[in-house]
């Protein structure tokens, strides 16, 4: 089955500079890669996704990059705001059938105001 | 509000308890997923069902189980709770067109 890893599991920015997150997957066929943002005490909040057939996507102060030659996928957060401070959570799927989504083990990043 | 509605938020109860978890998925979403979150730990699949049928179990016990009803609205049975059974527990749905999953707000499952 997939694998999805996650680095770093702690990450400590301080406010106005960018954040990277990587992660690297396992399965060839996962064609699917969202980002989720976990607020403490919420449940996790897809923020931005992005499919295979593309290597990046922005939205506003996010962007997720797509190398699907060295399978790592990659969220990156510019001129970061205390709001910013969550838990983020990468995942993969291969989108046929329903299948499930594997999530990396989680990224807890903090704006250091 | 995400549209998937989880109750009850927080639920304390004694080992060897049985206790039930329920879940609404938003409105027109056929699957239901189920998600176990312990303390710092990430997000570990338990059992997806789609429109009344299990689709895919993962890592989930032989004490707990699931179902999905005809309204679409999903159960997760949890027995003979043991203390390491205390986490969050996060349902989530999806569509036949939309690739990501609607998280609900989850329960808080606590054994003492």
């Known amino acids: 089955g997939e694998n999805v890893e996650q680095h770093p599991s702690t990450l400590s920015v301080q406010e106005g500079d960018s954040a990277v997150i990587k992660c690297t997957y396992s399965?060839?066929?996962?064609?699917?890669f969202p980002w989720y943002k976990q607020e403490l005490g919420k449940g996790p909040q897809l923020i931005i996704d992005?499919?295979?057939?593309?290597g990046e996507k922005k939205d506003q102060r996010i962007a997720v990059t797509l190398n699907k030659t060295a399978k790592h996928f990659s969220l990156h957060i510019t001129e970061t705001q205390p709001e910013d401070s969550a838990v983020y959570f990468c995942?993969?799927?291969?989108?046929?059938?329903?299948?499930?989504?594997?999530f990396g083990t989680g990224t807890r990043l903090t704006i250091i105001p | 509000d995400s549209g998937v509605t989880q109750t009850p938020k927080h639920l304390i109860t004694a080992t060897g308890q049985r206790v039930t978890l329920r879940c609404s998925p938003r409105?027109?979403?056929?699957?239901v997923y189920w998600y176990q979150q312990s303390l710092d730990q990430g997000l570990q699949f338990l059992i997806h069902?789609?429109?009344?049928?299990?689709?895919a179990k993962g890592n989930i016990l032989e004490r707990f189980s699931a179902q999905q009803f005809p309204d679409l609205h999903s159960e997760l049975n949890l027995s003979s709770l043991e203390l390491g059974d205390s986490a969050l527990y996060f349902c989530?749905?999806?569509?036949?067109?939309?690739?990501?999953?609607?998280f609900g707000s989850g329960t808080r499952l606590t054994v003492v």
């Open positions: 989530a749905s999806s569509g036949e067109t939309k690739y990501g999953y609607t």
């Open positions: 399965d060839s066929a996962s064609n699917y």
């Open positions: 992005i499919r295979s057939n593309v």
């Open positions: 995942a993969a799927k291969v989108n046929f059938g329903n299948e499930k989504l594997t």
């Open positions: 409105s027109g979403d056929l699957s």
């Open positions: 069902y789609y429109n009344g049928e299990e689709r």
